[in-house]
């Protein structure tokens, strides 16, 4: 493990199994042990007053090309995985996405197989799903805001009026800091990403959740009602969990999803435990 606990030196007050942020220590019987979960953060190690947590033998993968590709071969994905790293600026060699655009559409260009990350920015996005999403809100006024009602609001449209609208977006947490912009990219071509998102079907989900139980107990939740960005992002961000949904008309059309796609979203620093836990559970005898 990367980290590991020293049984004679523990004094068993659970504190870093309730603070890990990864959920990676367990409780076996009255010992507190660090599990495939770990990602190598260290945030334990500051925690212990016992100073019981110390570096194991092993490191945590964080090489986004072997993560990418190790998910992609165990699951038997057929299509490309979108990273997503939160930044105030791009990063060298990044272009800024100059819209107007949607973030799905982005990702729906990745999942394709356009590798190139981009710098995404709330002004350059149409929708105003990224007030939610970490990097603020594109200016508006109240007339446009208005003009674009009649889009989604009404008999036969996404919500049947404004308040719903406004009810769905205060379900998610709040971001205390404001990212100038999000890198999106295929994961091979952005390095330590913040999280990653892809479609699954009902038996890769299956594999996934499995390996985030098998030693955790944890599950991953769903969310669906309003669209994918919302659904997905700060949950997985801010709560540091795993997250699947179906998104919404508009996320689906514009991700061009099959019928039988549901989308999941993973943090980063949960990828290296997860692929390590598939060749553990029980799909690992196929
Ligand atoms: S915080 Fe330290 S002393 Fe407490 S259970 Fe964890 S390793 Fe043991
Ligand atoms: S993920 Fe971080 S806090 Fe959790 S066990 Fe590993 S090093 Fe410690």
């Known amino acids: 493990m990367p980290f590991m606990i020293n049984q004679e030196l523990c004094a068993k007050c659970g504190g870093c199994f309730v603070k890990c942020p990864n959920r990676a220590i367990v409780q076996r019987g009255e010992r507190y042990r660090v599990t495939e979960m770990c990602c190598d953060c ?22 986004n090309r072997i993560l990418g590709k190790a998910l992609k071969d165990k699951l038997h994905l057929d299509r490309h995985i979108v990273a997503m ?43 105003g799903g990224t007030a939610l999403m970490g990097i603020g809100a594109r200016k508006s006024t109240k ?15 996404v919500y049947s009026s404004e ?34 998102l ?16 098998f030693d955790t107990g944890e599950m991953i ?16 961000l801010l709560n540091n969990k795993p997250v699947f949904t179906c998104g919404d008309h508009g996320a689906r059309t514009n991700m061009r999803l099959k019928d039988e796609e549901i989308l999941v979203s993973i943090p980063f620093r949960m990828v290296s435990g997860l692929v390590k836990n598939m060749d553990r559970t029980i799909f690992a005898q196929e």
């Open 163 to 196: 308040e719903v609208l406004n009810k769905a977006g205060r379900h998610f947490p709040f971001f205390n800091k404001k990212y100038g912009g999000v890198i999106i990219g295929s994961f091979e071509h952005v390095d330590r990403p913040d999280m990653i």
């Open 85 to 127: 790293r939160f930044a105030d600026k791009p990063l060298k060699g990044v272009q800024v996405e100059e819209g107007p655009t949607f973030w799905c559409s982005m990702c729906g260009d990745v999942l394709e197989g356009n590798a190139d990350p981009l710098f995404l920015t709330a002004d350059a996005c149409i929708c």
């Open 198 to 213: 892809f479609p699954v079907n009902g038996h890769q989900m299956c594999m996934l959740s499995t390996a985030y139980a």
């Open 221 to 236: 939740m769903g969310n669906s009602g309003t669209a994918a960005c919302l659904a997905m992002t700060p949950i997985t």
């Open 42 to 63: 260290g945030a334990c190690t500051d925690f212990c007053s016992m100073r019981a947590i110390g570096k194991g033998k092993q490191r945590a993968v964080s090489d």
């Open 143 to 157: 007339e446009q805001r208005a003009e674009s009602f009649p889009v989604f609001i009404g008999e036969g449209k």
